[in-house]
C-alpha cells in the first residue's frame, strides 16, 4: 500500500476508531470454603479448596464437610495451584496418590464452576458441576476462635448419613 507524501516524508492516514470490545470480568475462585461435586459412588463427593495466594488443595471423601476443610490445607505432598484468565480456570492438584487436572470455568460470582478432571493415576476424565461451600465465621484452621459454625451446611449435615466405612 503506497502513502501519499507529504513535504516531511511518507505519512500514514489516521488510524480508524476501533470499536470497543465487551471487557472480560476476572472471576475469582472463593476462598472462605469448599467446592464440591458429587463423587464416583453415593456418599463419596470431590472436593476443591483454593487459597488466595494460588495454591490449590483437592481430594475425594466421604468424610464430613469440617473433616475435608481441615485436611485440606496446603502441605507437602498435597497441594496444588490454579491459574485464571477472565471466567476460564486451570487447577493442578497432587496428592500421595497421584496428580489430577482440571480445567473449564468460573460461574457467576464463583459460586459454581463447571470442570473437566483427568485423573493421571486411573486415567478416568469426567465433567462436573461444583458448588461452593462457605466455612462460616473463622472455621478456616488457624483462622478466628478455632470454633465452627456452619449454618445450614451443618444442619445439612447432620441429616446425611455416615458414610465413614467404605
Same mark, same amino acid.
Given at each position: ?8 516524508? &511518507? ?5 480508524p ?6 471487557? /472480560? ?5 472463593? %476462598?472462605? =470454603?469448599?467446592? /464440591?461435586?458429587? =463423587?464416583?459412588?453415593p456418599?463419596?463427593? %470431590? ?7 494460588? @495454591?490449590?488443595?483437592?481430594t *475425594?471423601?466421604?468424610q464430613?464437610?469440617?473433616? #475435608?476443610a481441615?485436611?485440606? #490445607? ?10 485464571i484468565?477472565?471466567?476460564?480456570? *486451570? /487447577? @493442578?492438584? *497432587?496428592?500421595?496418590? =497421584?496428580?489430577? +487436572?482440571? &480445567? ?14 483427568? +485423573?493421571s493415576?486411573?486415567? #478416568?476424565?469426567? %465433567?462436573? /458441576? &461444583?458448588? %461452593?461451600?462457605?466455612l462460616?465465621?473463622? @472455621?478456616?484452621?488457624g483462622?478466628g476462635?478455632g470454633? *465452627?459454625?456452619? =449454618?445450614?451446611w451443618?444442619? &445439612?449435615?447432620?441429616?446425611?448419613? +455416615?458414610?465413614?466405612?467404605?
Amino acid at each position: 500500500m503506497v502513502f501519499p507524501q507529504n513535504p516531511q516524508g &511518507w505519512s500514514m492516514p489516521p488510524l480508524p476508531a476501533l470499536p470497543s470490545l465487551p471487557r /472480560v470480568a476476572q472471576v475469582a475462585p472463593r %476462598f472462605d =470454603g469448599l467446592y /464440591v461435586a458429587a =463423587g464416583p459412588e453415593p456418599g463419596w463427593n %470431590f472436593y476443591l479448596r483454593f487459597f488466595s495466594h494460588g @495454591s490449590a488443595c483437592g481430594t *475425594t471423601s466421604n468424610q464430613s464437610l469440617p473433616a #475435608v476443610a481441615e485436611m485440606l #490445607v496446603p502441605r507437602p505432598p498435597v497441594g496444588g495451584h490454579y491459574r485464571i484468565a477472565g471466567q476460564q480456570i *486451570t /487447577v @493442578s492438584s *497432587t496428592s500421595q496418590h =497421584g496428580q489430577v +487436572d482440571y &480445567w473449564g470455568e468460573l460461574r457467576g460470582d464463583g459460586l459454581e464452576m463447571r470442570l473437566t478432571q483427568r +485423573d493421571s493415576r486411573h486415567g #478416568v476424565e469426567r %465433567f462436573d /458441576v &461444583w458448588q %461452593f461451600l462457605p466455612l462460616m465465621f473463622g @472455621s478456616a484452621p488457624g483462622v478466628g476462635n478455632g470454633r *465452627t459454625r456452619w =449454618g445450614r451446611w451443618g444442619r &445439612w449435615l447432620r441429616t446425611q448419613p +455416615d458414610n465413614t466405612r467404605r
